[in-house]
């Protein structure tokens, strides 16, 4: 059983950055693809990032390619979202959430650990 704690979330204005982390516990976090989802009001949830643990690859959302970073420490069983340039549709909660399988997921539902997730708010 992994646990997943989000932080960093919190109320930018566009063009501004965030650093959310999440930090797991209870599991091998170096065998977990770690992946970042988000949710706005309304609307589904949606794949923004991952990073694998198989020669940790990351892959992003088109919407997000050139703004985002995704990145982790296994020393610290942390995994790291850097946001630039963020919009006002990016107002969303993010989520963590770990996989522990070695074929690529950007499923929602493929996903095994979920955090609690953290808001992110951008004002225009």
């Known amino acids: 059983q992994v646990a997943l704690v989000e932080s960093g979330g919190g109320l930018v204005q566009a063009g501004g950055s965030l650093r959310l982390s999440c930090a797991a516990s209870?599991?091998?976090?170096?065998?977990?693809?770690m992946g970042w989802f988000r949710q706005a009001p309304g609307k589904e949830r949606e794949f923004v990032a991952v990073?694998?643990?198989?020669?940790?690859?990351?892959y992003y959302a088109d919407f997000v390619k050139g703004r985002f970073t995704v990145s982790r420490d296994n020393a610290k069983n942390t995994v790291y979202l850097q946001m630039n340039s963020l919009k006002p549709e990016d107002t969303a909660v993010y989520y963590c959430?770990?996989?522990?399988?070695?074929?690529?997921?950007?499923?929602?539902?493929?996903?095994?650990?979920w955090g609690q997730g953290t808001q992110v708010t951008v004002s225009s």
């Open positions: 959430a770990a996989r522990g399988t070695v074929r690529l997921s950007y499923r929602a539902h493929e996903y095994d650990y």
């Open positions: 990073i694998r643990w198989i020669g940790t690859g990351t």
């Open positions: 209870g599991g091998t976090f170096s065998r977990y693809d």
